[in-house]
């Protein structure tokens, strides 16, 4: 191939490149963790997504949850092992609307992010996009 021919075909497969750009999202941005302790998953309808910082969380503390004594317990001893960077576990909280789970996982929230625990809210139909955050 003469150099002609490879400028040219370099010059069209940057212009290729460039409309694609214009087309395809952009990457998720990695956001500034200290500038809040949570954030909520959006999906754009250009395909993107985002993290928007949630700026109020509810002040709920451990000891205003009662009657849920064990499960309090094995919550809070895994997430203190995941923020020391032991071996922790991956935590699904099943239950009826009510029973606490929110907050749970608020007041766990509460107890540690000053050692550094961060939490990304995603929406159930957006949890096929979860290997993408992790």
């Known amino acids: 191939m003469s150099t002609p021919d490879l400028t040219h075909l370099i010059s069209r497969a940057e212009q290729l490149m460039a409309r694609l750009e214009n087309v395809l999202p952009h990457p998720l941005s990695e956001p500034d963790w200290a500038s809040a302790v949570a954030w909520r998953y959006r999906k754009r309808s250009s395909g993107g997504a985002t993290l928007e910082p949630i700026?109020?969380?509810?002040?709920?503390?451990?000891?205003?949850?009662?009657?849920?004594?064990?499960?309090?317990?094995?919550?809070?001893?895994?997430l203190a092992q995941f923020v020391a960077?032991?071996?922790?576990?991956?935590?699904?909280?099943?239950?009826?609307?009510?029973?606490?789970?929110?907050?749970?996982?608020?007041?766990?929230?509460?107890?540690?992010?000053?050692?550094?625990?961060?939490?990304?809210?995603?929406?159930?139909?957006?949890?096929?996009?979860?290997?993408?955050?992790v």
């Open 55 to 78: 700026r109020h969380i509810g002040r709920m503390q451990l000891s205003d949850l009662q009657e849920v004594n064990t499960q309090k317990e094995r919550f809070t001893r895994n």
């Open 85 to 133: 960077g032991r071996t922790a576990n991956n935590v699904l909280l099943t239950g009826a609307r009510g029973t606490g789970k929110s907050s749970l996982v608020r007041a766990g929230l509460n107890e540690f992010a000053e050692k550094g625990l961060r939490l990304i809210e995603v929406d159930k139909a957006d949890l096929v996009d979860l290997a993408d955050l």
